[in-house]
Nanobody, 123 residues
Framework: QVQLAESGGGSVQAGGSLRLSCAVSGYTYSYFCMGWFRQAPGKERERVAAILSDGTTSYAESVQGRFTISKDKAKNILYLHMSGLKPEDTAAYYC?????????????????WGQGTQVTVSS
């Protein structure tokens, strides 16, 4: 059974940094697309970053240059390093994973989800 568990959220002032972690267990597929998604109150969930099993990464324009997604293969942990945080980054952050490809690493199609961790950025 695949399980994803996020941690590392919290409250930070604008301009600060946080590192989110997503511990992955039970994932036995050789291929993956894993991503970080976020959902702010009253807004739809959106993908902010994704990484494929070949190391290819992609970012939403709103976080490009500020966020970095990475995966520790040995520990099976997905990370999101966030810097230059802005109040508009405030949201619940979720990690997601899918073995079918980048086209499935999107909201509404991703197979596996974590429970989320809250990030609050104050001005």
């Amino acid at each position: 059974q695949v399980q994803l568990a996020e941690s590392g959220g919290g409250s930070v002032q604008a301009g600060g940094s946080l590192r989110l972690s997503c511990a992955v267990s039970g994932y036995t597929y050789s291929y993956f697309c894993m991503g970080w998604f976020r959902q702010a109150p009253g807004k739809e969930r959106e993908r902010v970053a994704a990484i494929l099993s070949d190391g290819t990464t992609s970012y939403a324009e709103s976080v490009q240059g500020r966020f970095t997604i990475s995966k520790d293969k040995a520990k099976n942990i997905l990370y999101l390093h966030m810097s230059g945080l802005k109040p508009e980054d405030t949201a619940a952050y979720y990690c997601g994973a899918d073995p079918r490809g980048i086209g499935y690493c999107v909201v509404g199609r991703t197979t596996y989800w974590g429970q989320g961790t809250q990030v609050t950025v104050s001005s």
